[in-house]
C-alpha cells in the first residue's frame, strides 16, 4: 500500500473504468441516432439526443482526467514515449474535439433554428468526431501493445514512420472490434429502454427504438466475433502468445490445443482446474488449424508472464462468455421482431440486459491491459519503469478517494437525470 | 522546429486563457449579474453553447504540449500533481453544474449548481493566474529533471517556493479580476436588460482595478523574474504584443458605449499580455530555481525533429477546420442570449 506504482495503477484503472462507461455508448448512439434521423423516426432520435447530452457531458468531464494522468501519474512514460503517442492525443484534439463539441451544442439546441437537413448534418457530425475520437485513442493503445513506425534514439522513443504508426493494423483491428462494441452497448441500451416502454404499455413510444436497437445489436453482436474478434485472437497469437497462453488458461505447450470453456486457473500449480475442453478448438482459433501447437505459459520466462494471470482469465471468458449470450438474445428478439409480436419474457431480457454489454466492454479493457502487462509499451518499457518517481504514494491514494466520492457522486446525478428522461419518454412531434 | 512550436503552443494556450477566461470570469460574476432564474438562464444560454469548446483548447493544447515537448508536460505535470488535481475537480463541477442546473425545476437544486458555477468558475481564474506565476518564478527542477512542489511554504518566493506565495497569489487574484472584467464585457456583449446593465457596471468597476493591478503584476515580476523584460526589450519582433496589450487596455476605456469592440479590445489585451510573457520567457518552458541548468528549454524538452515536422503538417491541416466549426457555433451568437434556449 506505500507503493506508489500500485496507487497510479488504481488510480489510472479506476478513472479510465469509470470514464469508458461514457464514451462507449456516446459513440454508438451517435450512430443509432444518425439511423433514426435517416429512417425517420423524429421523435426517437430527439429522445436519444437528450440522453446523449447528458452521458456526453459525464464523459468530458471524466475524460480530461485521463489526458493530465499522462503527466502527472506516468511522467517517465510521457518523457519516454511523449514524441509518439502526444501526436495522436494533440490530433484527437485537434480533429475530434472540436468537431464534437462544436456540433453537440447546434444538434441538441439547434433543430428549430437548423431545419431538418442542416440538423441532419449536425448528427452527422457529431457522430464523425465520435468515432475520430475512438480511433485516436485506439491508435495510441495499439502502439503500447504493438509498436510501430518508432525508433529508440538517447533512451526516447522517436517517430520515423507516420504511416506505420497511424495505420498500425493492430490499431485497425481493436478499433473495428472496440467500435462495434460502443454499437452493443448502444443497440442494448437503446433496444433495453424500448422494451421498458412496451412493458409499460407505452407500445408507441417503444416501436423505433426495439426495433433499431434490435437490427442494429444483431449486426454488431456477429461482427464482434466474427470478423472483428477472430482478428484479434490471431493478432493476439502471433504477437502477444504469452498473454494468450494467460487469457486461455494454457500452461503447457499443446498441439491440437482444447479451448477451455470454464475452469479455474491455478497459477501456483500451474493447471487448470474443473475445465470443460472443446478439443483441438483452440489451435483452430488461434493458428487456423487444428494441428498447430498453442504455446502455454511455461514456455515463456517468468518475468514476462502478465502479473495478474487470474483477472485477466476470468474477465477473458467473461467477456467472451457474455458476447455469446448477446448473440443468442438478439438472434431471439430479431425473430419477434420479424413476427411482429414481443413476448413478456423476452422484453423483459431485453430490459434486464442493459447493463451487460458495460460489462463485457469492461471485461474486454481489462483484458487489452492486464494482457499487455509487466509492459507499458510492449517489449520497451515496462509498468515499473513508467510511472512518476517524484509523486508520493499518499498524494495519489488520497486523490483516488476524491476521484471515488466525485464519481459517486457524477454517477448518481447521472442516473437521477438519464431516469427522468426515461420516464418521460419521447415525446410526439409537434 | 522547437521554436516554431514553442510559439504554437503558447498561441493555443493564449486562444485558450481568451475564449474560457471569458466564461470563467462570467461563471464568477453569474451571482451579482443575474438575480432571478430569468436572468440566470440568460447567463448560461450566452455561454452555453460555447464553454465545451473553449475547454476544449485546453485539451488540445495539452496534447499539444505533450507531443511537441514531452518531458515539460512530463516533468510539469507530475511535479504539480495535487494542484493539478484539482484543476481536474474544478472543471468537473464547472461542467456539471453548467449542464445539469437547468434540468430540475427546483429553487434549491438551482441555487447550488448557480453557487457551485460561481465557485468553481473564480477559482480556476485563480489557478490560471497562480500557474501562470508559476511558471514565471520556476520550480525547483533538479539533476533528476523532476520536481515536486508543496502548496505552500513560506511564501517568499524564493528558495523553497511552494505552488502558492506572495507572487503567484498575486498573481492568481490579477487573473480573477482581468477575467471577470473580460467575462464582463463578454455578457454585456451577449446580453440585454437587467443583465446587461450590471454587467456594464461590473466592467466600470473592475477595469481600472485591472489597470492598476496590471502595473503592480509587472512590477512584482520584474521583481522575481527581471530576464523576461530584457529578453523582451532585446526581442523587437515581440514588441507588437506588448503594443497589442496596451491598445486593448485602452481600447476597453474607449469603447464604452460599444459592446463587441470593447469585448475585442478585451480579448486583446489578454492576448497581448500572454504573448509578450511567452516572447519575454523563450526559449525556457520550466525555469529551475536551483540552477539554470537545469531549466526545461524548448530546444531541450522538444521531439524528435521528424515527429515535429509532422505534426505541423497535421497541425496546419487541422486548424482551418477548427475556424470553420468555430464560426458555425459562434454564428449562433449574433443574436442576443434568451432564457428560452438553456
Known sequence: ?430 | VSGLWYGLVAAMLTVYVVLDGFDFGAGALHLYVAREDRERREVLASIGPVWDGNEVWLIASGGVLFFAFPHAYAAGFSGFYLPLMLVLWLLAARGLSISVRSHLDDPLWRAFWDAALCGSSALMAVVLGAALGNVLRGVPLDASGYFLTPWFTNFHARGAAGVLDWYTLLLGLFALVALAAHGALFLAWRNQGAVRERSLKAARVLWPVVGGGGLVAIVATELVRPEIYRALAARPWAWPLALLAALGLAGVFFFRARDLPAFLSSSAFLAGTLGATAAGLFPLLLPSTIDPKYSITAAGAAAADHGLRIGLAWWLLGMPLVALYMSITFRSLFTKARAEDH
Open chain 1, 1 to 430: 500500500m506505500s507503493d506508489p506504482l500500485f496507487w497510479h495503477r488504481v488510480q489510472f484503472g479506476f478513472t479510465i473504468t469509470f470514464h469508458y462507461l461514457f464514451p462507449q455508448l456516446t459513440m454508438g448512439l451517435a450512430l443509432l441516432i444518425l439511423i433514426f434521423k435517416l429512417r425517420g423516426h423524429e421523435e426517437a432520435a430527439r429522445f436519444w439526443l437528450r440522453v446523449l447530452g447528458i452521458n456526453f457531458a459525464v464523459g468530458v468531464v471524466t475524460g480530461i482526467p485521463m489526458e493530465f494522468q499522462f503527466g502527472t501519474n506516468w511522467a517517465r512514460f510521457s518523457t519516454f514515449a511523449g514524441g509518439i503517442i502526444g501526436q495522436t492525443l494533440a490530433m484527437e484534439g485537434t480533429f475530434a474535439f472540436f468537431l464534437e463539441s462544436s456540433f453537440l451544442a447546434l444538434a441538441l439546441f439547434g433543430e428549430k433554428k437548423l431545419g431538418p437537413r442542416k440538423h441532419l448534418a449536425a448528427v452527422a457530425a457529431l457522430f464523425a468526431g465520435s468515432w475520430i475520437s475512438g480511433y485516436f485513442i485506439i491508435v495510441t493503445n495499439a502502439f503500447m501493445q504493438h509498436p510501430r513506425g518508432h525508433a529508440l534514439v538517447n533512451g526516447r522513443l522517436e517517430l520515423v514512420d507516420f504511416t506505420a504508426f497511424l495505420f498500425n493494423s493492430w490499431a485497425i483491428w481493436e478499433y473495428l472490434h472496440n467500435m462495434s462494441a460502443s454499437v452493443i452497448t448502444a443497440a442494448f441500451v437503446v433496444a433495453g429502454i424500448g422494451a421498458f416502454w412496451t412493458l409499460q404499455g407505452r407500445v408507441r413510444d417503444g416501436a423505433a427504438s426495439l426495433r433499431v436497437g434490435i437490427i442494429a445489436g444483431l449486426i454488431a453482436c456477429a461482427l464482434q466475433l466474427f470478423p472483428t474478434g477472430d482478428r484479434q485472437g490471431k493478432l493476439l497469437a502471433e504477437h502477444q502468445p504469452v498473454a494468450l497462453a494467460a487469457m486461455e488458461g494454457v500452461f503447457r505447450a499443446e498441439k491440437y490445443a482444447d479451448l477451455a470453456i470454464i475452469g479455474q486457473p491455478d497459477v501456483d500449480k500451474q493447471r487448470l482446474e474443473n475445465p470443460i475442453y472443446v478439443p483441438g478448438m483452440l489451435s483452430f482459433l488461434a493458428y487456423g488449424s487444428f494441428g498447430t501447437t498453442v504455446r502455454g505459459l511455461s514456455d515463456f520466462p517468468r518475468d514476462q508472464w502478465p502479473d495478474n494471470i487470474e483477472l485477466l482469465y476470468y474477465a477473458y471468458h467473461v467477456m467472451v462468455g457474455l458476447g455469446t449470450l448477446f448473440i443468442a438474445l438478439m438472434l431471439l428478439a430479431a425473430w419477434q421482431l420479424r413476427r411482429g409480436v414481443f413476448s413478456r419474457p423476452v422484453l423483459w431480457m431485453l430490459m434486464l440486459a442493459i447493463p451487460f454489454p458495460y460489462i463485457a466492454n469492461t471485461a474486454g479493457w481489462m483484458v487489452a491491459e492486464l494482457g499487455r502487462q509487466p509492459w507499458l509499451v510492449y517489449g520497451l518499457m515496462r509498468t515499473s519503469e513508467g510511472s512518476s518517481l517524484h509523486v508520493p504514494a499518499g498524494d495519489v491514494a488520497f486523490t483516488t478517494l476524491g476521484f471515488a466520492g466525485l464519481y459517486a457522486l457524477l454517477s448518481i446525478v447521472f442516473l437521477f437525470l438519464t431516469g427522468r428522461e426515461i420516464a418521460r419518454g419521447p415525446e410526439p412531434v409537434p
